[in-house]
């Protein structure tokens, strides 16, 4: 009965032929070629990678490059503004200077041994400007320090802009020493001995230290002043000094002109 079993006994099934897998990724097509020893395969699989490898780096360098632009961009319009300001303010200051100069003119014009018709009050107001009177050049630097500080310089491209940023600091501290050197001669020299030989009474009032009906017990005595050398002096030095502030303010604002073109030319 056993054996009648196993006669009528239904065959198996045979196993499905395992089917080759294909390789997707390209190290497993590249290890197939390998050891098919197909070698056209092999290269044109180490060139699909070489170039890929060739575009990411394209399409990184351009999108970092794309980056550099946008912030130059951004740079440059902040300098641009800045720079524009200090053209103006340098201006103004420049003004307030050649009105110094204009008023130590008209102080010369009355000095001598023996001078005469000396109108007190003009003298006052004059002598009380050319001794507290003292422009100074304060532009801004906020984008340039800016710049500087966060080694952003590079990111201009233009190589002229760039030195004549790089310049920048030196040309204004040339201006600057010059400044200095007004102001301590003003302060030091010309201030204290006009206030040891006469009320100031323009500078009084400027202060509100002043009694209208008697400005001070003490006479203005400019004829002692106007006929006296070292006063005379003082005033040609302040006169001097103001036309030096504005020959180096010069090239300050010839730079400042250069630099906005050269960036209106890059935006």
Known sequence: MAETD???????????AERPRRAHSILGRLTAAVRGQNWFAVALEVLIVIVGVVIGFQVNAWGNERDARTQERALLRGLRAEMVANIGLL????????QSI???RRVLAWTGPDPTDVPL???DTL?????????????????????LGA??????RDDSLRAMLASWPNVLARLRAVEDEMRADVLDRFFPYVLERTP???ADRQVGFIDADRPSRFPQRYDALLSD???ENHAENRWVMARSILEEGEPVRALLVRMVQRIDDEL
């Open 91 to 98: 201006d103004r200051v420049a003004e307030e200077h050649r």
């Open 127 to 147: 002598v009380v400007d050319l001794i507290s009177e003292i422009p100074a050049y304060h532009p801004a630097m906020g984008e340039i320090d800016a710049m």
């Open 229 to 231: 050398v070292v006063f």
């Open 151 to 156: 080694g952003h310089l590079e990111l201009v």
């Open 102 to 104: 204009r008023q130590a």
């Open 200 to 202: 100031l009474v323009s």
């Open 6 to 16: 196993e006669l009528h006994a239904e065959p198996l099934p045979e196993a499905p």
């Open 121 to 123: 009050a003009v003298m």
